[in-house]
């Protein structure tokens, strides 16, 4: 018997055990990849199938779905969730982008403002940025703790502990019916300084660009490793990692559709039967359309 060929959307899927560094997951598209307008035509089509699972989702009402996207400045978080959810029901997901915190959010957990915004049953919710800035930007810059007012705790014990708040957070979201899936929108340094290059060269992307983006791509190891840490440690079966190279931006776009469509496509949405009683009522509405 031939073997199962993996499912493309699976392609980027990073292991649920193992380590492997940064450095190891791709920036650009797969040699074969076709180009920009046959990438194109594949979303138009795969926005399409996510407008109809979506209607099919709000029907079910079982599963609520989390898409969380994280990535370095420039990566195209923004524009990926625009195109890939263009075609949806604005109705039917919310999109919540994650900033500094507020004093409010400060003065809880870490998880509590993310766990405020989470998409009830038969919706999409889109993070934009997450829960894991906490192992991201505060890892890198650990003196923003000061303002969480923690108790003293040792630097290794406070970040294992919340890696291992997040993979209970999640595997309690999971085994209550929110099926998450998580991106890294994985940029190449050097496409990140072409595109910061465009933003101060084109008037028209002036307002994109802000300096503080050079104060965080100076320090693109610390975040690369803790991009590794991450995807180690909380990649798991109840809430996969997808590593998307990022330096080609139609290609990322379908790649995050694919997924998108494939995650859902497994649920196994359907309409909920109908019973005697809404059977009745429709003879009766069909009955009284039919005496106008």
Known sequence: MPARRPDRADLHRVPYRGHRPASRYPTTAP???????ALQDELRGLVDELDRLQQLLFADQRFAVLAVFQAMDAAGKD????????GVNPAGFRVHAFGRPSELELRHDFLWRCAQRLPERGRIGIFNRSHYEELLVVRVHPELLAAQRLPPVA???LWAERFESIRSFERHLAANGTVIVKFWLNVSRREQARRFRERIENPDKNWKFRLGDLDDRAHWRQYMKAYEDVLRETSREWAPWYA?????????RAAVARVMVATMRRLGLRHPPVDDYQKRELREGLRRLNRE
Not at 31 to 37: E, F, N, Q, V
Not at 79 to 86: C, N, Y
Not at 244 to 252: G, L, R
């Open 31 to 37: 040699r074969g990849t076709p180009g920009k307008d």
């Open 79 to 86: 524009s990926t969730i625009r195109k890939v959810f263009s």
């Open 155 to 157: 630097a290794r014990r």
């Open 244 to 252: 998307i190279p990022a330096d080609d931006k139609a290609y990322m």
